[in-house]
């Protein structure tokens, strides 16, 4: 699934194209797609300026006056900026068409899901959707931080990695920046979130704030699924120094690294060098 740095690059690669432009039209050759399509994206969206695309944890939201257009690309889903007469695949359910502008052909913004696990939502205007209610602070913000982490997790049985994983923690850290997370913080995944310091907390926001931001600027981490809007993959997948690398050294100390199952996910740790 595209963690939060993907969909940070995405919203960048689509922005420059929707802000400031009107949609002209919206094109769904199919009536659902994780849930069914509401009938505002059809009959309110057309029409409406696009004025700003906000991420918030790993959705998009395309705002109007009107409302705003709420999208999570699932495991499989990209959004492309393309020309209108672009051919059509079997996989692309949803083209959002947009107005012509002063030096800027017109374009559409068309969602690819071959596994069909995004959405396409509404959000009406000062409401907040149900699915973004309950969501923590974004990492990259000053309302995360260590000390958070610690207030919150007293008392915690849970492993420390679900914890952090946790989006009423904080939003958008996902299994691979989790494990690399705590293996740069030094603290095994397995661990009670309880039992963690403040200072260990401090260290491993910093962590998250520092590798999310990281990713971000090499174009989040390509996954087998993930293209970049401009087609072209992210880098920072050959940088891990834990996820997915069971058995292989440790980069720092040489040990191997191990994997358990967490939260039934794959989880991947250094036994040297996180306690």
Same mark, same amino acid.
């Given at each position: 699934?595209?963690?939060?740095?993907?969909?940070?690059?995405?919203?960048?690669?689509?922005?420059?194209?929707?802000?400031?432009?009107?949609?002209?039209?919206?094109?769904?050759?199919?009536?659902?797609?994780?849930?069914?399509?509401?009938?505002?994206?059809?009959?309110?969206?057309?029409?409406?300026?696009?004025?700003?695309?906000?991420?918030?944890?790993?959705?998009?939201?395309?705002?109007?006056?009107?409302?705003?257009? %709420?999208?999570?690309?699932?495991?499989?889903?990209?959004?492309?900026?393309?020309?209108?007469?672009?051919?059509?695949?079997?996989?692309?359910?949803?083209?959002?068409?947009?107005?012509?502008?002063?030096?800027?052909?017109?374009?559409?913004?068309?969602?690819?899901?071959?596994?069909?696990?995004?959405?396409?939502?509404?959000?009406?205007?000062?409401?907040?959707?149900?699915?973004?209610?309950?969501?923590?602070?974004?990492?990259?913000?000053?309302?995360?931080?260590?000390?958070?982490?610690?207030?919150?997790?007293?008392?915690?049985?849970?492993?420390?990695?679900?914890?952090?994983?946790?989006?009423?923690?904080?939003?958008?850290?996902?299994?691979?920046?989790?494990?690399?997370?705590?293996?740069?913080?030094?603290?095994?995944?397995?661990?009670?979130?309880?039992?963690?310091?403040?200072?260990?907390?401090?260290?491993?926001?910093?962590?998250?704030?520092? %590798?999310?931001?990281?990713?971000?600027?090499?174009?989040?981490?390509?996954?087998?699924?993930?293209?970049?809007?401009?087609?072209?993959?992210?880098?920072?997948?050959?940088?891990?120094?834990?996820?997915?690398?069971?058995?292989?050294?440790?980069?720092?100390?040489?040990?191997?690294?191990?994997?358990?199952?967490?939260?039934?996910?794959?989880?991947?740790?250094?036994?040297?060098?996180?306690?």
């Amino acid at each position: 699934m595209p963690e939060l740095p993907e969909v940070e690059t995405t919203r960048r690669g689509i922005a420059p194209y929707l802000i400031g432009r009107r949609v002209t039209g919206v094109t769904l050759r199919r009536p659902d797609l994780r849930w069914p399509i509401p009938p505002e994206i059809s009959a309110i969206l057309p029409g409406q300026r696009i004025d700003a695309v906000e991420r918030r944890a790993k959705y998009l939201l395309l705002h109007t006056e009107a409302g705003s257009a %709420l999208l999570h690309l699932g495991m499989t889903g990209v959004l492309r900026v393309l020309p209108p007469d672009a051919p059509i695949g079997k996989h692309d359910h949803v083209d959002i068409a947009l107005e012509r502008t002063t030096g800027q052909a017109p374009r559409i913004l068309r969602f690819t899901d071959p596994r069909r696990f995004g959405c396409l939502l509404w959000q009406a205007p000062g409401e907040t959707h149900e699915l973004l209610a309950k969501l923590g602070p974004e990492p990259l913000t000053d309302a995360f931080d260590g000390d958070l982490m610690w207030h919150l997790s007293r008392g915690r049985t849970a492993a420390v990695k679900l914890f952090l994983m946790d989006n009423a923690v904080v939003v958008g850290v996902g299994n691979i920046y989790a494990s690399e997370a705590l293996f740069y913080a030094g603290i095994d995944p397995r661990l009670a979130a309880g039992k963690v310091s403040r200072a260990r907390y401090a260290r491993l926001a910093a962590e998250v704030k520092r %590798l999310l931001a990281w990713a971000i600027e090499r174009g989040g981490t390509t996954l087998r699924d993930f293209i970049s809007p401009d087609g072209a993959p992210g880098y920072f997948f050959r940088e891990l120094m834990v996820y997915g690398r069971a058995g292989e050294p440790c980069r720092v100390c040489n040990t191997p690294i191990r994997q358990v199952t967490l939260g039934q996910r794959s989880t991947f740790w250094c036994p040297h060098c996180q306690r």
